[in-house]
């Protein structure tokens, strides 16, 4: 893997994980991660308006980042809104939620944008869900961008 940018720790983890596992397996894997997304709390859950569509995404799924403090170091909290009805996507919002979530906002903003890719899921899901995944990604880089100052 030289010449690639790395990865935030806990998604090498879970990257690693994805690759250490027979090709069938994989989407098992990626449907534990939905069952783990957090339901939103009530301060969004109630204001559906105040998270951001992600239209790359083939079901419907919001995203909403919070950032305590301003600069690389500022926290990030991640929060997701996707349907039960969609497992594959809301495996990818449990991974960005586990591997980001609690992070440094230079930490969020560095993570290289063929994170799904180097997921090892290439062959078990379509182009277009792994395009959703980078949707997801790019609103989250963006909404942290904007709200620590970098």
């Known amino acids: 893997m030289s010449g690639q ?12 994980d994805f690759g250490a596992m027979p090709p069938g397996e994989r989407l ?12 939103l709390p009530e301060r969004y859950a109630d204001h559906p308006e105040l998270l951001e569509p992600v239209p790359e995404c083939q079901s419907p799924i919001f995203v909403v980042v919070e950032v ?12 997701f809104s996707a349907p ?17 979530d609690g992070r440094t906002a230079a930490e969020v903003v560095g993570t290289p944008p ?3 890719l180097r997921l ?5 899901v379509s182009p277009l869900r792994l395009n959703g995944m980078a949707g997801m990604l790019t609103r989250i880089t963006r909404q942290v961008t904007q709200k ?3």
């Open 5 to 16: 940018q790395p990865l935030p720790a806990a998604l090498q983890e879970i990257a690693d």
């Open 68 to 79: 305590d403090g301003e600069g690389p170091e500022a926290r990030v909290d991640l929060f």
């Open 84 to 100: 039960a009805e969609a497992p594959t996507t809301r495996g990818f919002a449990g991974i960005l939620h586990e591997g980001l």
């Open 28 to 39: 098992s894997l990626l449907l534990e991660f939905s069952d783990e997304l957090p339901d």
């Open 120 to 124: 090892n899921i290439t062959d078990q």
């Open 114 to 116: 063929d994170l799904p």
């Open 148 to 150: 620590a100052g970098l």
